[in-house]
Structures are given as C-alpha cells and as structure tokens.
C-alpha cells in the first residue's frame, strides 16, 4: 500500500488544508514566557509604542542581536491583531506555512509526487521543527527566506530562467536582514559545493556572484547604515562582533559542547524521523545520478558541518537545512516502500518506539524535578496517545506495511504538537512567574525593576520598567512595587520597610522573580 493522491487538484488542496493546520493551530493560547521570545516581542512592541523604526530596543536598552525583518513582520501582526501574542507569532506561523508549501513543490516538480507527498509527512510530523513556526523569534523567517532561495536556486540551475537567480538573492538578503550574514554565508558554500560536485566551476560566472552580492547589498546595507548611524556603532560593534564572530570562535552563554552536540540536535529536531537520517544520506550518496538529491545533501552536510565546528551550539541553528533533510528521508522512504525495511532500519524503528512509547513516563519524572510542575505533573499523560500511536507504528513495520507505518508515525508525533499548545501549555500559564505576580498587584500599581528581571514581564505588562542598580535609591521608593530576580534582591531582605510578596521560580530557568513592596 502507498499513500496516494493523484489527482492535481486534490493533492494541493489536501496539502494547503495540513500546512495551515499544522502552521496556525494554537499559535496564541499560551503567553509568550521564553527568553529569546519575550526579548524579541518586546523589541517589536516598543518600536510600536514608541514610532522609530531603526534601533531596536528591549526595556528602553539597546538590542544588538538580531536585524530587523522579523520586527517588522511583527509590528504588521500588531497592525492586524493588536500588541498580542497572536500578533507576535502571526507571521512565524506563516513562514511555516510557506516553507511546508513550497517543500512539497520542489519536491514533486524534481523528486515525483509519491516522494513529495512522503516528504510532507515527515515535515508535519517533525514537532520540534513545526514548533519553531510557533514563537515569536527570528529563526522562522531565516528558514523560510533560505529555503525559498535555495530551491530558486536549483530551479535556476535546471530551467536557466534568469527570474529564479534573481529570486535566489532576493531571498538571501531577506534572510540577511532576519538574522545576519549566515543567511548568504552557508547557502553560498552550499551552492558552491554542489557546483563543485558537478564539476561545473568553470560555468560560475553563470551565476553572477559578484552581481548578486551587490543586489543584496542594495537590499541589506541601507538599513545596517541606518542603525549604524543612529546608535553611534554600537549596534554594529554587538551584532557583528558579538552575536556572529564570537558566537563562532568561542561559546556564548554556555552554549558550546562538541562536534556531535550538534547532530543531537538535528536527531531532536526532526523527531520522529530522524533516526533514519543515516540511512537517507546512504541513499542519497548512491543515488548520485540524481542532482536534486546532491542538491538537498550538499546543503544539509553544509549546515551540520558549519554548526559542528562552531563553538555555540543550539538546537535552531541547523533548522535552515532542515527542510532539505526531510527530502533525502523522503526519497529513502518512497524506496523502501517498494524495497522493504533492511536489518539497520529495524534499529531505527525500534530507538523510534523505545522513546515515543517512553514519552509520558519521561515528561511526568522531568516534570517532578520542577518543583513548581509537581502538581501538574499528571498532564504529561496527555502524551500517552503519542506512545500508542509509535506502538501502532512498531506493530505495521513488523507486518511490513510501510506507508501504514509512515501514516500512524506522522499522526501520532504531529499530534503532539495539537496536545502540547492545546493543552500542556496552557496549562502551564499558571505557575509563570507574569502571572503570579498579575494576580497580586493592584491596579494601577507603580513597579520599578531592581538590576534584573525575568525578560517576560515586559510584553506580558505592555510597558518598560524603570531599573534601579544603587540599592540607596530604593529607599525612597515608599508605594513602589519592586521587581527582581532572587540573586539579585537578596540584600533588599535586610531592609525592615521592604516587604516581600511573592516569589515564582521561573519553568526550566535558574532564577527566581521576587516581588518586594516598599512601605512607609
């Protein structure tokens, strides 16, 4: 049995239904919490609140993170459905609505119809890398930008239509300006790698590099003058600098590990497939014949080589070949359809049923490690379905049904996404330190920030805080709420006129938020 639909129309409706499921589904019921998130949101929401455009902003102070596409994609979201959450992750949801779209075009214009439609299983199936689409951060619109040009690219490089080489480059200063040079950088080398592989480097003028670079250049460097000007180079001495020729030499925020952190991550990434993925790359070198496949491979060894040697390693970083993966597992599994399983394979098969059957047991044991999840620990059987669902998979593998096993696999992993923004988060709402302390201050309550806080409270309060660092001028504050971390606030325990109200520890976080009041 394969998993077919034929008809043209059909299938693109059938897609185009599970990508905005998939994309859009739950995408606001649960507040914006997470670090990168928070900062991200509030940086859009001051620009909103404050009209300038250039110089990004957290708390009043300076962000020199990221450029600023995906800031005004959000403030768009703002435009649509007001300073909310919804506004925030509107336009990341759309991102991966596009990026499931148009993978599953290429795939079936250079890889045939049952491959894309495979290809499309594993993606909706693959929850960490769908749930990127659902935060309010950079990284969704790089993947899209990035996928978008490389696919022109290779549509260039087969049809010879100058349109799509034009659209390869607009794509990759888009993907500049939402995360920095990394977005020309890495499909550059890739591209070069597959150029090289076909022996085609006498042919690279054909593609003119150097007319490319400057378009980008002309889309990229008006706004990083702009900034550069505004902020006295500050903003360039931290994004250049700081957040790429560093992140790259050395670790940042402990974020380092070695060369096989980085594969963990593309094994996490692209659960539950991603035990095959050394078999697809198998496939893949034999099936060389094939450009569309050294294509997808010269882009994905790029992405996972560059990220092995770099000092930072987090789990997002490979996301942009991720994509391109899902190809070669694609065309791997359209093969075995026809070939049946080998004795490696039942290896994968079985890691794959050990961990989706051991899901439940392992989030309710992590969940009891977090003292303020105790009480919530049971909604991590919520998870059970999942570990059916792998079952059922294991059960049509040994009867070597293997679209059967691909249909139940894809259903019971996508479904985690439907059950963890459904339900398990918004159950979590309720110990996040935003909102224990929402529920304790009065209205209209005056708060001031003592050194750090948690970098939620800005876009969940819709308003900067004012940071005091001279714990003298606490002292007459009489009215104020004080908000804190624990680390930091632990000699305002001393005062007999500062109060503590509350204290939250923060989900999977090292810091607590204390909540002082400053009486009479």
Known sequence: MKFSLEN???????????????????????????????KNAEAAREMWASGTYWVPKFNGELRTDKPPLHYYFMLLGFNLFGTTVLGARFFSALMGFITLLTTFGFARRYFGNAVAQTTLLILVGSFFFMQEFHLAVPDPYLIAFVTLGLFSFYHFYVTKKYLYLVLFYFFLALGALSKGPIAIALPGLSVGLFILLQKELKNTFRYYPILGLLGIALIVVPWFWQ?????????????????????????????????LVTWGFVLLGLLPFSFFIPQAFRHAWRERTNPALDFTGCVAVVFIVFFSISSTKLPNYTM??????????????????????????MVSVLLLSLLGMALPVVAHVGMQQEASLISLSRV????????IGTLLGLLFYIRKKTAAFLLTTTFSWGMLLFILHGYLYPQLTAVLPTTAVAEVLPENAKIVVYKRMDAAFPFA?????????????????????????????????????????ISRKALFENHTTVLYRIEK
């Open 8 to 38: 043209n129309n059909k299938v693109w409706i059938f897609v185009v239904l599970v990508a905005a499921l998939i994309s859009f589904t739950f995408i606001n019921t649960y507040p914006i919490s997470i670090l990168d998130e928070a």
């Open 320 to 345: 942009p070949c991720y994509a391109f993966i899902t190809l070669l597992l694609g065309s791997f599994f359209t093969k075995k359809m026809d070939d049946g399983f080998s004795r490696w394979d």
């Open 461 to 501: 309060f819709q308003q900067t805080f004012k940071v005091i660092h001279n714990i003298n001028e606490v002292a007459n504050l009489e009215g104020y709420y004080l908000l804190t971390n624990h680390s930091e606030g632990q000699d305002l325990d001393a005062f007999e006129n500062i109060r503590r109200v």
């Open 380 to 387: 991590a059987f919520g998870l059970v379905p999942t570990a």
């Open 227 to 259: 900034v550069h000007l505004k902020s006295d180079g500050l903003w360039t001495q931290g994004f250049f600098f700081d957040h790429n020729v560093s992140r790259f030499s050395a670790p940042m925020e402990g974020h380092g590990g070695s060369f």
